[in-house]
C-alpha cells in the first residue's frame, strides 16, 4: 500500500507539474502575441502619424499664403489681367485725377484681394506734371473695388524731379547706361528696373524688383538711387518701398 501511495503521489506530482508548464507557456505565448499586436500598433500608429505630417506639410506647401504679400513674377499690365480688372473698378468714377498704370507690383489674399501698382499720375488742371506713385487696391469677393492708399516715391526729396517723358529704361539711354554700370561689380542678387523715376543733376531715381540669391532669398520692391560719373556710376542708396502701406 505504501508504495502504490507513493507511485500514485509521483505520477499526481508529474501531471501538476506539466500543467504548470503548459501555462507557463501559454502565457508566454499570450505575453509574446499582446507584444508582437503592441509593437504591430505602434508601427502602425508611428505609420499614420508619419502620413499626417507629411500630408499637412504637403496641404501647407499647396495652400496659398492668406494674408502675405507676393511680388509679382510678371508686372507688366498685360500680364495681370485680374488685377487691372480690380483698378478699372476702383477709378472708373475717380474725377479731377488721372492714373496710368505702368506695373502690377504684388498683391495679397485677404477677404478678397489687395492689389499694388506703379502708376503715373497727373492732375486733370492745366500745367499739372506728372508724378510717379504706388497705389492700392482692394477688391472684395463680389467684384467691387476702391483704391485704399497711395505713396508719391518722391516725396519729400528736395531738388527731384518726376520723369515726364517714358518710363521704359530703354527709352532713357543715358539712365540705362548709369544703372547698367552701377550694377557691374556687384554680385548676389538680381536686379529688374521697373521704371525710371525721376533724377536731381546726374542721379537717377529707379524703381527695381531685387531678388537675391542663396537658401534666404527674399524678392523686394526698392528705388535705387544712381549717379552718373566720369569714370562710370554708381549707387548711391537703395531703398525698400512698402508695397503694403
Known amino acids: 500500500m505504501r508504495r502504490l501511495f507513493i507511485m500514485t503521489l509521483g505520477l499526481y506530482c508529474a501531471v501538476a507539474l506539466m500543467g504548470c508548464k503548459a501555462d507557463a507557456a501559454n502565457t508566454s505565448e499570450s505575453k509574446t502575441a499582446v507584444e508582437s499586436q503592441t509593437s504591430s500598433v505602434a508601427t502602425t500608429d508611428t ?27 510678371k508686372l507688366s499690365p498685360s500680364d495681370n489681367s485680374d488685377a487691372m480688372r480690380a483698378f478699372d473698378m476702383a477709378v472708373k468714377n475717380l474725377e ?40 492700392n487696391v482692394y477688391e472684395d469677393l463680389s467684384g467691387n473695388a476702391k483704391i485704399t492708399g497711395s505713396l508719391e516715391l518722391l ?19 543715358d539712365v ?58 554708381m549707387i548711391d542708396d537703395i531703398k525698400d518701398v512698402d508695397i503694403s502701406m
Open 47 to 73: 505609420s499614420v502619424s508619419e502620413t499626417t505630417d507629411a500630408n499637412l506639410a504637403q496641404s501647407s506647401e499647396d495652400a496659398p499664403a492668406v494674408g502675405g504679400w507676393s511680388i509679382s513674377e
Open 96 to 135: 479731377g485725377y488721372s492714373y496710368e498704370v505702368v506695373a502690377v507690383l504684388g498683391s495679397q489674399i485677404v477677404s478678397g484681394t489687395n492689389y499694388s501698382y506703379l502708376c503715373k499720375g497727373i492732375a486733370v488742371t492745366p500745367g499739372a506734371k506728372a508724378e510717379y506713385a504706388v497705389v
Open 155 to 173: 516725396e519729400g526729396k528736395e531738388g527731384w524731379e518726376y520723369n515726364e517723358g517714358s518710363a521704359k529704361l530703354e527709352d532713357n539711354a
Open 176 to 233: 540705362k547706361t548709369a544703372f547698367d554700370k552701377s550694377l557691374e561689380a556687384l554680385a548676389g542678387a538680381n536686379y529688374e528696373p521697373i521704371a525710371y523715376i525721376g533724377k536731381k543733376d546726374n542721379s537717377y531715381a529707379i524703381l527695381a524688383k531685387i531678388s537675391t540669391e542663396g537658401s534666404d532669398s527674399q524678392t523686394t520692391i526698392s528705388m535705387v538711387y544712381v549717379t552718373s560719373t566720369d569714370s562710370g556710376a
